[in-house]
């Protein structure tokens, strides 16, 4: 045993551990700064739906959304651990980055070496907490890299051995990565095609099994939820949501927002998402580097860009699903011109031009970023990356709902905003914690607006929110908007009271409780009024 520990640690250098090391203590300090940072509406609806898990309720039974329930469980998992808050979730966030910093490094070892690695996992911990991912918040793209990452490894592993349970393990958390959001899907099939490629380097038995049995695991995950939530009575409802609704689900996002985020949000990276291509172009063209390896490559990059354009709704937390194959690149890239410079320059140069470049482009993006890395507070870097987003009001609401009501009474959000729901400790009147698709021009819209009025009205909520906000709605049909909002008007009229005004203007955010609220007017478009029901009624 001792031997074999001996011969592990001897694989792996000094400076590589060290300098992972340090990569590791830089995000450690970054995101313990970044921990309190206010939940956005993602956070909040994984948090909300999380804390149901935990309270014995299962996923599409109070609350419900188009995305598969694994970051849901995750969620649930990191509260159990570190707590049900904003700093438990965020330093739940904080070990997955990191866990997937470390895999990273090992996959790229695998492809490459050490020093590829080493700029591999320090490109990926940089730009995986850059407000241009807005990385600070715990979005379901975290949770995808990290079980692919996982899952490449394992594979990498098996294909170099007879084994056959890295592979069954890489099937496990590839499917799991797709349980994180659907997106993961895209991982899981080029690992797929990656071992039926790997044909020709084994015999047709061991071929034959490794894709059986990597099949096999890949759709358990899968096979497993679906079984949990039929024993759960929820199993309708579940494939309702993420297949029926998801097929039609349709927000104002296109290929139009694939420019636009490099024009306006990749700036803090720029010259990482460059330098990358000058890896792609290194790679490919490097004489020495074997096919299989520019193959792996090239179509990791590829699929990896797949996983960010699925729907074609560029969000800039998509892209946190193509900065492993960035930091391959990049690192791989370093290697390559390392290797070529080896007989061109004296030894032990070799590697000076290359890593030069590379830690002159590092200190570049530090220093485009240092405000957010270290100096702007977390108040501030949500309303700077999430501008009028009524993120930083949601706990002062939250705080004002929980101290005046009692834990069974209902909450009822008119905007997208369910984050509330999380801090308030409030379950909502209706399973629709979203109003986008009910007043989007989607196939399912009607039926889902008539299901939401329904499980309002007779779930009658002490609380009522309404929203004032274009990115809490991003409505895109005007009758179906009308038709709610009118409704809701007359909803309210007469069973409420109005008891909180939020007026978030160009410079501060405006707060009226109670005897105040009702006759205050609003001097922005972008408000927030709360209101509570008539005792009476």
């Known amino acids: 045993m001792i031997r074999k520990v001996q011969e592990r640690a001897q694989g792996f250098p000094l400076w590589p551990c060290l300098c992972l090391g340090l990569i590791l203590l830089f995000v450690i300090i970054v995101r313990v700064r970044l921990l309190p940072v206010p939940l956005e509406r993602d956070e909040g609806e994984f948090a909300y739906m999380g804390r149901l898990m935990l309270q014995g309720v299962p996923p599409y039974q109070l609350a419900c959304n188009i995305k598969l329930p ?14 049900q808050t904003v700093v438990g979730i965020h330093l739940g966030l904080l070990m997955i980055n990191l866990a997937a910093i470390v895999l990273l490094f090992l996959c790229v070892r695998e492809l490459f070496d050490d020093y590829a690695a080493t700029i591999a996992s320090a490109v990926y911990a940089l730009m995986s907490i850059s407000p241009a991912v807005v990385g600070f918040a715990a979005h379901a793209t975290h949770f995808v890299v990290l079980a692919a990452l996982g899952g490449f490894w394992c594979l990498l592993r098996g294909l170099k051995s007879a084994l056959l349970w890295p592979i069954f393990y890489s099937g496990l958390l590839l499917g799991t990565a797709f349980m ?30 490794r894709l059986a049995l990597y099949s096999l695991a890949a759709v358990t995950p899968l096979g497993l939820t679906c079984l949990l939530l039929w024993k ?15 097929s039609g689900h349709w927000i104002p996002f296109s290929a139009n927002f694939l420019p636009d985020y490099f024009k306006t949000r990749v700036k803090y990276d720029l010259l990482f998402w460059v330098i990358a291509l000058i890896g792609l172009v290194a790679v490919v063209a490097a004489r020495a580097l074997p096919l299989w390896k520019k193959a792996a490559v090239l179509s990791l990059s590829l699929f990896s860009f797949f996983a960010v354009s699925l729907g074609f709704y560029f969000h800039r937390h998509y892209f946190v699903l193509i900065l492993p194959a960035l930091g391959l690149l990049i690192g791989g890239g370093c290697s390559v011109a390392r290797q070529a410079l080896k007989s061109q320059v004296p030894a032990g140069w070799d590697a000076f031009l290359p890593t030069g470049v590379f830690l002159a482009c590092l200190a570049s993006v530090l220093v485009m970023q240092r405000d957010y890395l270290f100096e702007m507070s977390p108040t501030q870097i949500s309303e700077q990356s999430y501008e009028g987003n009524p993120f930083i009001e949601a706990p002062h609401i939250a705080d004002y709902i929980r101290s005046h009501s009692s834990d069974g009474d209902r909450v009822a959000i008119f905007g997208s905003e369910p984050e509330i729901y999380f801090y308030s400790d409030r379950r909502s009147a209706s399973a629709y914690i979203y109003m986008y698709d009910l007043v989007s021009r989607q196939t399912y819209a009607k039926q889902m607006r008539e299901e939401m009025i329904r499980e309002v009205e007779t779930a009658k909520p002490e609380y009522v929110v309404f929203i004032r906000n274009r990115m809490s709605w991003l409505s895109t049909s005007r009758d179906a908007e009308k038709s709610v909002l009118d409704w809701a008007r007359g909803y309210l009229a007469g069973a409420y009271h109005r008891v909180g005004a939020i007026d978030h203007l160009a410079d501060h955010i405006t707060y009226r409780w ?6 205050y007017a609003p001097q922005s478009d972008t408000y927030i009024l709360l209101f509570r029901r008539n005792q009476s009624k």
Do not use: H, I
């Open 180 to 209: 994180m959001k659907q997106p993961g899907v895209f991982f899981g099939v080029w690992a797929g095609l990656a071992l039926v490629c790997a044909r020709g380097s084994t015999g047709t038995n061991l071929w034959l099994k």
């Open 232 to 246: 759960a009575n929820v199993f309708e409802n579940f494939w309702k949501w993420t297949f029926v609704y998801a």
């Open 70 to 83: 694994g970051v849901d469980a995750a969620y649930a998992l990191l509260m159990a651990v570190f707590g």
């Open 514 to 519: 109670g005897a105040e609220a009702p006759g």
